[in-house]
């Protein structure tokens, strides 16, 4: 029995090599819009805990269903330019975007 476990980053390292090249583009691509959903998510729960709001307040303030903040907020859903700014606007702010 292998005791020594294989570092994460060996094991991540190892596959990606392995990837042909459309495959790595893809993984790529998936993991920039995974990225970004994080970050919108903690940027819209630190919005909305920081203005002292529940999802449903939120929600019924920008207009959608508390299931969907809900969503935003895990991860599991990208918000558009669109929602992003009802949220923002429902914040008492303005979505911008800057690079």
Do not use: F
Request: charged residues 20%; hydrophobic residues 45%.
């Amino acid at each position: 029995m292998n005791t020594n476990p294989t570092p994460w980053e060996q094991v991540r390292d190892d596959s990606l090599s392995a990837m042909t090249a459309a495959e790595r583009k893809e993984y790529d691509a998936a993991s920039i819009e995974a990225e970004a959903r994080l970050e919108l998510a903690e940027l819209v729960y630190g919005a909305r805990t920081a203005a002292g709001l529940t999802q449903t307040e939120l929600a019924r303030r920008a207009g959608t269903r508390q299931a969907v903040i809900s969503a935003i907020e895990n991860g599991a859903q990208a918000p558009g330019g669109v929602m992003l700014s009802r949220i923002a606007h429902a914040l008492g702010g303005s979505l911008r975007i800057a690079a």
